[in-house]
């Protein structure tokens, strides 16, 4: 599959919706991936008579952050692209972990978006990244909806979050790179094997063909039919909601104790999600132990990541704080 300027325009045009003239932000790390997202994009707004910044954040994990920001930056005021250093606060930086590196990145970009009324942020993920997290996410025992991994579209604190290059292979953006000239640098902390992700990364690099197929078929099979298993825990529990409102979900245990554990376990997962407005729910370890309590005779209440479960009579109670 070939990446060109003219393909990259009609696949943007047909799948997302943007205002007459449209104003957007791209992560850019200074990275091929980034660099190449840029680029193409680049095109696009000129097409479309927009206007386009690159939002580049020195991290302050490494000593040379600020100079390749520093760098990056003149390289795109060369090619007559407009770009802003975003710096993470000195507070915002203690663990140095890639899960505090994310956190900072995304709110400085998404709260710089707000401030200029910038409606689309895109990031530069692609086919191998997705894979990536897939195995990530595997090894980690997430449910059919962490397995789903990274979306083309989604929404961060009222920005919305396009990734645009998700069918496309690092070696088709390196290719992309080297045809069109464009400079780029690598990130060290890509090779570091103290982190999980570059060590999958590496992982993947060393393994036969035969093993990759296998994982992209696995992951090719959560994408179909993730949605049906989604919409099927939905249906399960409108059916038996009892009451339900910011704090409480009560629901009728008599109609769910029977399920495989797969499923109730993902039925409890979403309850959680809903009562405390995060993504991040308990683990599938932590779940299934609630599990096998609830189906003991003497069970009574059960904490888990700070949700209260109770059982009264032939009803499961679920709340954020014991009521």
Same mark, same amino acid.
């Given at each position: 599959?070939?990446?060109?300027?003219?393909?990259?325009?009609?696949?943007?045009?047909?799948? $997302?919706?943007?205002?007459?003239?449209?104003?957007?932000?791209?992560?850019?790390?200074?990275?091929?991936?980034?660099?190449?997202?840029?680029?193409?994009?680049?095109?696009?707004?000129?097409?479309?008579?927009?206007?386009?910044?690159?939002?580049?954040?020195?991290?302050?994990?490494?000593?040379?952050?600020?100079?390749?920001?520093?760098?990056?930056?003149? $390289?795109?005021?060369?090619?007559?692209?407009?770009?802003?250093?975003?710096?993470?606060?000195?507070?915002?930086?203690?663990?140095?972990?890639?899960?505090?590196?994310?956190?900072?990145?995304?709110?400085?970009?998404?709260?710089?978006?707000?401030?200029?009324?910038?409606?689309?942020?895109?990031?530069?993920?692609?086919?191998?990244?997705?894979?990536?997290?897939?195995?990530?996410?595997?090894?980690?025992?997430?449910?059919? $909806?962490?397995?789903?991994?990274?979306?083309?579209?989604?929404?961060?604190?009222?920005?919305?979050?396009?990734?645009?290059?998700?069918?496309?292979?690092?070696?088709?953006?390196?290719?992309?790179?080297?045809?069109?000239?464009?400079?780029?640098?690598?990130?060290?902390?890509?090779?570091?094997?103290?982190?999980?992700?570059?060590?999958?990364?590496?992982?993947?690099?060393?393994?036969?063909?035969?093993?990759?197929?296998?994982?992209?078929?696995?992951?090719?099979?959560?994408?179909?039919?993730?949605?049906?298993?989604?919409?099927?825990?939905?249906?399960?529990?409108?059916?038996?909601?009892?009451?339900?409102?910011?704090?409480?979900?009560?629901?009728?245990?008599?109609?769910?104790?029977?399920?495989?554990?797969?499923?109730?376990?993902?039925?409890?997962?979403?309850?959680?999600?809903?009562?405390?407005?995060?993504?991040?729910?308990?683990?599938?370890?932590?779940?299934?132990?609630?599990?096998?309590?609830?189906?003991?005779?003497?069970?009574?209440?059960?904490?888990?990541?700070?949700?209260?479960?109770?059982?009264?009579?032939?009803?499961?109670?679920?709340?954020?704080?014991?009521?």
């Amino acid at each position: 599959m070939k990446l060109t300027n003219k393909e990259f325009i009609k696949k943007i045009e047909k799948k $997302y919706i943007f205002e007459k003239k449209p104003s957007v932000a791209v992560a850019v790390s200074g990275g091929p991936d980034s660099m190449s997202l840029l680029f193409l994009l680049n095109g696009f707004i000129k097409y479309k008579k927009g206007k386009l910044i690159a939002l580049i954040v020195n991290h302050r994990i490494r000593k040379n952050s600020k100079e390749e920001a520093n760098y990056i930056s003149a $390289y795109l005021e060369k090619n007559n692209i407009k770009s802003q250093i975003l710096t993470v606060n000195k507070d915002k930086v203690s663990k140095k972990s890639m899960k505090e590196a994310r956190n900072n990145r995304y709110n400085l970009l998404t709260d710089f978006c707000i401030k200029n009324n910038i409606l689309h942020l895109f990031i530069a993920h692609h086919k191998d990244d997705n894979l990536e997290t897939f195995l990530n996410r595997k090894i980690a025992g997430s449910d059919f $909806y962490g397995l789903k991994s990274m979306s083309e579209l989604s929404l961060y604190k009222k920005v919305v979050i396009i990734r645009p290059l998700l069918n496309f292979s690092k070696e088709i953006l390196l290719d992309y790179n080297k045809k069109n000239k464009i400079q780029y640098i690598n990130d060290p902390s890509n090779f570091n094997l103290d982190y999980t992700r570059p060590t999958i990364r590496n992982f993947l690099k060393r393994s036969n063909q035969k093993i990759i197929k296998e994982l992209n078929k696995d992951f090719q099979n959560i994408l179909f039919y993730s949605p049906y298993f989604i919409q099927m825990i939905h249906e399960i529990l409108l059916k038996n909601i009892v009451q339900v409102d910011s704090k409480i979900i009560v629901i009728d245990l008599d109609n769910i104790k029977n399920l495989n554990e797969f499923t109730f376990e993902n039925i409890i997962r979403r309850i959680y999600q809903f009562l405390f407005f995060e993504s991040n729910a308990p683990r599938s370890k932590k779940t299934r132990i609630l599990i096998s309590e609830i189906k003991k005779l003497n069970f009574n209440n059960f904490n888990i990541k700070g949700m209260i479960v109770k059982k009264n009579d032939d009803f499961l109670t679920f709340s954020r704080k014991s009521v």
